[in-house]
């Protein structure tokens, strides 16, 4: 009991990253972290160690399973009005950016453009694709279709890329973590590392598709 209970305290992080996602989508935060503990608890206790992946990776999908359960008994949640706000933004951008470049922004270069984060943008661009229902309340908040589908296969590919990421040696992170966690250009990060520009571009390459081998 005592190891069990040393496990599952160890893991909680998994339960905060999990509840992370559905912030602020009409379900408090105490009640999806309790629903995600509960999640934790049934995963490590059917985890077994003859299985061929990490207990974190086992754990994901079982979290969010009793943290959309939540969701399921509540029926709807909701997109702030602020996450639409920054959508409409986000569409503006895109549309100048294609205008003045013949293609379509990246991620990065939405949130650098629009000074946000570049999971912000993830959220906006996502809940643009969430089906609305035909209720609304008085705020005049549409109600949606919890947008979960794909929830599960992202945060279990997130926890393996880190797992991955941990195996490069400490300038490949740096630069990995600059590039894709900080959002710094190719230039910033040399002039960071006091590397050139294209040495950057040919070592993000070869990280790059290392990384994809290896979750491949």
Same mark, same amino acid.
């Given at each position: 009991?005592?190891?069990?209970?040393?496990?599952?305290?160890?893991?909680?992080?998994?339960?905060?990253?999990?509840?992370?996602?559905?912030?602020?989508?009409?379900?408090?935060?105490?009640?999806?972290? &309790?629903?995600?503990?509960?999640? %934790?608890?049934?995963?490590?206790?059917?985890? +077994?160690? !003859? =299985? @061929?992946?990490?207990? $974190?990776?086992?754990?994901?999908?079982?979290?969010?399973?009793?943290?959309?359960?939540?969701?399921?008994?509540?029926?709807?949640?909701?997109? &702030?009005?602020?996450?639409?706000? %920054?959508?409409?933004?986000?569409?503006?951008? +895109?549309? !100048? =950016? @294609?205008?003045?470049? $013949?293609?379509?922004?990246?991620?990065?270069?939405?949130?650098?453009?629009?000074?946000?984060?570049?999971?912000?943008?993830?959220?906006?661009?996502?809940?643009?694709?969430?089906? %609305?229902?035909?209720?609304?309340?008085?705020?005049?908040?549409?109600?949606?279709?919890?947008?979960?589908?794909?929830?599960?296969?992202?945060?279990?590919?997130?926890?393996?890329?880190?797992?991955?990421?941990?195996?490069?040696?400490?300038?490949?992170?740096?630069?990995?973590? %600059?590039?894709?966690?900080?959002?710094?250009?190719?230039?910033?990060?040399?002039?960071?590392?006091?590397?050139?520009?294209?040495?950057?571009?040919?070592?993000?390459?070869?990280?790059?598709?290392?990384?994809?081998?290896?979750?491949?």
């Amino acid at each position: 009991m005592i190891e069990l209970e040393s496990i599952i305290s160890q893991n909680l992080g998994l339960v905060h990253a999990c509840c992370g996602r559905f912030k602020d989508r009409g379900i408090e935060y105490d009640d999806l972290y &309790s629903a995600g503990c509960l999640g %934790l608890v049934k995963a490590v206790r059917n985890y +077994k160690p !003859e =299985f @061929e992946f990490k207990l $974190s990776t086992y754990a994901v999908p079982v979290i969010l399973g009793e943290i959309k359960r939540l969701f399921r008994d509540g029926g709807t949640v909701k997109v &702030s009005r602020s996450l639409k706000e %920054l959508l409409i933004k986000i569409n503006r951008f +895109k549309n !100048e =950016f @294609e205008l003045s470049n $013949s293609r379509e922004p990246s991620v990065n270069e939405i949130a650098e453009g629009l000074k946000v984060s570049a999971e912000k943008v993830c959220d906006a661009l996502n809940s643009g694709k969430i089906p %609305l229902s035909l209720t609304a309340d008085n705020d005049d908040e549409k109600a949606v279709d919890i947008p979960t589908d794909d929830i599960a296969d992202k945060l279990t590919e997130k926890l393996a890329l880190r797992d991955v990421i941990k195996t490069l040696d400490q300038n490949d992170r740096k630069i990995i973590e %600059l590039r894709y966690y900080q959002f710094k250009t190719q230039s910033k990060t040399a002039e960071t590392l006091g590397m050139t520009q294209v040495q950057i571009s040919r070592r993000e390459k070869k990280i790059l598709t290392f990384l994809r081998e290896k979750l491949g």
